[in-house]
């Protein structure tokens, strides 16, 4: 059964931090592309960060080049989202996809940044 669970989100402040892990499992997790997406009420779904496979190149979305790293542990079948400085503009539901020939998601982890 192909799995990805989110998990890591919550209440942060601005400025703070927070790391969101994606943890997979029922498919060769080395052989996919792994993508960060987000979606803010009433807004259409975006591309956050993504990492290819083994080579590991990475790509972020302009709102959060410098503040955010993605990363994979292939061993552990597990992608992370480090996120620096949050704004309230970084409020949303985190999706992980995982693309190749199929695409699969998980069910999203809730990002909230407010005082």
């Known amino acids: 059964q192909v799995q990805l669970v989110e998990s890591g989100g919550g209440l942060v402040q601005p400025g703070g931090s927070l790391r969101l892990s994606c943890a997979a499992s029922?498919?060769?997790?080395?052989?996919?592309?792994i993508r960060w997406y987000r979606q803010a009420p009433g807004k259409e779904r975006e591309l956050v960060a993504a990492?290819?496979?083994?080579?590991?190149?990475?790509n972020y979305a302009d709102s959060v080049k410098e503040r955010f790293t993605i990363s994979r542990d292939n061993a552990k079948k597990t992608v992370y989202l480090q996120m620096n400085s949050l704004k309230p503009e970084d409020t949303a539901v985190y999706y992980c996809?995982?693309?190749?020939?199929?695409?699969?998601w998980g069910q999203g982890t809730q990002v909230t940044v407010s005082s």
């Open positions: 996809n995982a693309h190749y020939i199929r695409d699969y």
């Open positions: 029922g498919f060769t997790f080395s052989l996919y592309d």
């Open positions: 990492i290819t496979r083994p080579g590991g190149s990475t």
